[in-house]
């Protein structure tokens, strides 16, 4: 074996490394999998100096052996279905978790942790679902917990958050953090093309899924939300706590309006430290929706599939972090950058920062949250139409900043865009214009918000 | 003492810290130390939560207590000038260093490290000097040395170098590093105001020194561009190594070439991985100079003081970084982060990954590089000159990409755009230019690089 720094320095492994080396169990054998093997095949002597040990692979698990007997082994192992013994055993020290779903991974990552295994995940919606109990198990073990990749792939915002503005206080975040919606939304904007040919075109070029549900609805980003949310407020903010808009409802003529105002739709994730004021925190609010994006913001310049994500916090100011936010290889350098972090400790002993969700700070309901609003009506052309609509906005008591109105013959359509106002008034103004008699129909109300 | 969580899992605190408490030093109270003073009074509960100790600052050193007479004190400690004193004290822990320059600083940081403290500093030009010594001392002391505020500030470059791409490849980094001379490019681009009425402009508004020569001729840039070729290629990339041109030699008409070319000229720092035909790395270069950047590239949108970090990694793809690359709340927060890590280490055990050059590649010499140059001349306006001086680039095996000629009376100015050359051979054409009988000058010669 060549010689380490670690063992130059201290003459034997401090850590639970078994025989020098870092025995790595791998559970899942598909995109992300495979290219966490190869990466780990060709990088292999530059990871074993920057982590002081070999990583050694000792099996790769498979839930149904038979969609791989074409390829049955990978780098000299036969591939096994029996993953429970695989992350038992005593020479496995770091279990990468690369399956997805839910329930059957939260098992197998409960147990691997138990067991006094690290753990690495690329799986959000079991963080999203699950952190509490998974971050307990490891803090009892006094092992690791990473999952960089589960959001945004390569780009680092989770260790950005839990390490580099540790110092700092963290106010609002809001991201790009699906590359579906994005190509498809980008799609909308430069071609004019409907939400159904963009979607048709993105599933064609493999942006989209067969079934596209996850990421269209945007639960995907919802999961991605409540991690970002959850890590930048110390608080513990779990899926079911955001909510959630997808982008299937959004037309050309909103794409079209955004372009006349200047901004540009995009789906945010957006997390944000609620004060009073005197400037205490009183909650925090996690959601997903379509957002209007002043086209000066650098979000509204994200284009094609990519990701970025806008952090804003206290003595840091403005952050913002771009890349690839799926893909097999970009994935799979998140979880190898988490897998150098796990075995380092394990060689070198010492833990990551793990979740500390000390602040636990109220998740405060989405209806409590303010922001603004462009609503585009159609509406009747007759004169005092525009004085009657506007109060219905001041009798809720929301302010407007601008209102846009186009004829066409007996009909206009009217863009109305709200000062800050909160979400549940501003779903009693729209209640009470869809039953207004001159209103003959609220076509879209999409929230300014970057 | 407030009941931590460190407490709660291990009854008492494994590390160093003295009394459950981690004891901190700072030296230097200019615009960072301020800061960061002022920072660790505000997040003081929080930080405590995320370390699982209280951070305590046992003393304040400055260099001239009389500049300090107005307020001697902060926090309720007296300012002392006796800086070693305090560094090798039982209760410090961890010494913040702020001071600025070479000699001192680092003098104090080994005394630091050699006593078993941990040092944080936002000190590139220290670091990018005597990266070597400081480590070797570090890594015999067992304790951590942090500088994430010595690149970029709050843009957690270093960290992200360090740790996310720890298990991927780094090809290649070019970032805007500098924000007073982005500040005055922009200036020029947007306004099309000389370098000498930019620069005035930036030090009325503060940013730019009443002494510019480090920001404008690219010291500070290839300070930081030796810092992070060191850590992306994991090979020891000193000052010295790096190639070095500023600012000052650009002129509106060059602002105007390149608007005409659709490009946006930059300083750049490049950090660049060479390689053979076989794609084997035979080399690493770093290097600072204007560039010329294709305004569809990140890094042309980036306005105003920003910075940004662009970064190609093999499996992560292109990552982009961006945000606030100096002042003192930026900085103090890149500070801060560092000393939750320093701090979280003496209370838990373990280090971070420290500097590991053990790739050691050879920096190889900026006339080997190969970039593309955009050569603006005056030339005579006669028949022929344009083959003339074609064949010139030809003879030194050159192509070119493209010639752009513009006459006025009986000169003309030609602006040729070469495909890919070495350095050394663009020289040897450059002077047999300047040379050339009908060559009345050779205005300006830009990369083009990004």
């Known amino acids: 074996m060549t010689t380490t720094h670690a063992e130059n320095r201290n003459g034997n492994y401090p850590g639970k490394g078994v025989g020098g080396a870092v025995g790595v169990a791998i559970l899942g054998k598909g995109t992300v ?22 990583i050694e692979v000792r099996g790769v698990a498979v839930s149904n052996l038979d969609k791989h007997k074409d390829a049955p082994e990978v780098q000299g192992l036969t591939l096994t279905d029996d993953a429970r013994s695989l992350i038992t055993r005593d020479d496995v020290d ?27 995940t690329a799986n959000k919606a079991l963080v999203a679902a699950h952190a509490d109990e998974l971050s307990q198990a490891a803090n009892e073990a006094g092992v ?64 989209a899924e067969a079934d596209p549900t996850a990421d269209v609805e945007g639960h995907d980003a919802a999961s991605k939300a409540a991690i970002l949310a959850s890590m930048g407020f110390h608080t513990r903010v779990t899926y079911g706590d955001v909510h ?10 909103d794409i079209e309006a955004a372009k006349k105002s200047d901004e ?28 209007l994006v002043p086209n000066e913001h650098p979000l509204a ?15 840091a100011g403005r952050l913002m972090f771009y890349g690839n936010g799926a893909g097999g290889a970009p994935t799979a350098s998140a979880v190898l950058g988490d897998l150098v972090g796990a075995a380092r400790n394990k060689v070198h002993g010492g833990r990551a920062p793990a979740d500390n969700p000390y602040a636990d700070y109220p998740v405060v309901d989405f209806g409590e949250v303010s922001t603004r609003y462009h609503i585009n009506m159609t509406v009747n052309d007759r004169v005092g139409v525009l004085a009657d609509l506007a109060r219905t906005f001041a009798d809720a008591g929301v302010s407007l900043s601008a209102v846009r109105q186009e004829e066409s013959g007996d009909e206009a359509h009217l863009i109305v865009v709200t000062h800050q106002a909160r979400e549940k008034d501003l779903q009693v103004i729209v209640d009470t214009l869809a039953k207004h008699d001159d209103v003959r129909s609220v076509n879209s109300v999409i929230r300014l918000d970057a």
């Open 94 to 120: 770091v279990v990468v978790e690369l399956i997805g779903g839910i329930d059957y991974p939260r098992e197998l990552v409960l147990e691997s942790l138990k067991n006094g295994k690290s753990v690495v």
């Open 144 to 207: 690791d917990l990473y999952y960089e990749a589960a959001v945004a792939a390569a780009i680092p915002v989770v260790g950005m958050l839990r390490r580099s503005l540790a110092g700092d206080q963290v106010q609002r975040i809001s991201g790009i953090v699906n590359g579906t919606t994005n190509y498809i939304l980008d799609a909308m904007t430069t071609t004019g093309m409907s939400y159904e040919d963009a979607l048709a075109e993105a599933t064609r070029l493999g942006y």
């Open 264 to 291: 540009t739709i995009k789906l945010l994730a957006i997390c944000e430290r609620l004060t009073d004021d005197n400037g205490a925190t009183v909650g925090v609010n996690a959601r997903v929706h379509p957002t």
């Open 244 to 253: 959630c808009e997808g982008i299937t409802q959004i037309t050309p003529a």
């Open 33 to 54: 999998g495979t290219e966490v093997l190869r990466l780990l095949g060709e990088f292999s002597d530059n990871l074993e100096q920057r982590i002081g040990g070999r």
């Open 301 to 315: 310049a994200v284009d094609k599939s990519y990701n970025a994500i806008f952090v804003e916090a206290e003595a």
